[in-house]
């Protein structure tokens, strides 16, 4: 129960790894977030020939062929900050500083809620 917060980031389920064995075939799995899907490959790529992620759109992101997941891991987080960092002006009506749309200060997040009723 939420009572109207909403998560700031969400996924749909659609990222894939991808596990390509040459014995076995192919193995995919979806995946909740891209963290899960970091933890799959960490798990499973040294026991297949190349591991994949997938995003929803089908373009291949990752591939263990081309980069090391740790390296590709950290690259990634930093373009996650980065993109954080670039958020639409909002105007705090508490002049809070550390206040944005997608993740508002404890009195918004107050005042969001006692609106709600």
């Known amino acids: 129960m939420t009572h109207g917060l909403e998560p700031t980031e969400e ?5 894939t790894v991808r596990l ?10 979806r995946c909740s977030s891209y963290e899960d899907a970091i933890e799959r490959v960490k ?3 040294h026991a297949v020939t190349a591991a994949k992620i997938v995003a929803g759109d089908g ?3 990752f591939t263990s062929a ?3 997941i740790d390296d590709w891991e950290s690259v990634w ?15 705090c009506p508490h002049d809070s500083v550390s206040c944005f749309p997608d993740d ?8 969001k809620v006692r609106d709600g009723y």
Do not use: F, N, P
């Open 11 to 15: 996924y749909d389920g659609s990222i």
């Open 20 to 29: 390509l064995d040459d014995r076995s075939g192919t193995e995919e799995i």
């Open 43 to 45: 798990e499973r790529q």
């Open 59 to 61: 373009s291949v992101v």
């Open 66 to 68: 081309d980069m090391d």
């Open 77 to 91: 987080r930093r373009e996650k900050r980065r993109q954080s960092v670039q958020v639409e002006a909002h105007d």
């Open 104 to 111: 508002l200060c404890i009195r918004c997040q107050i005042d």
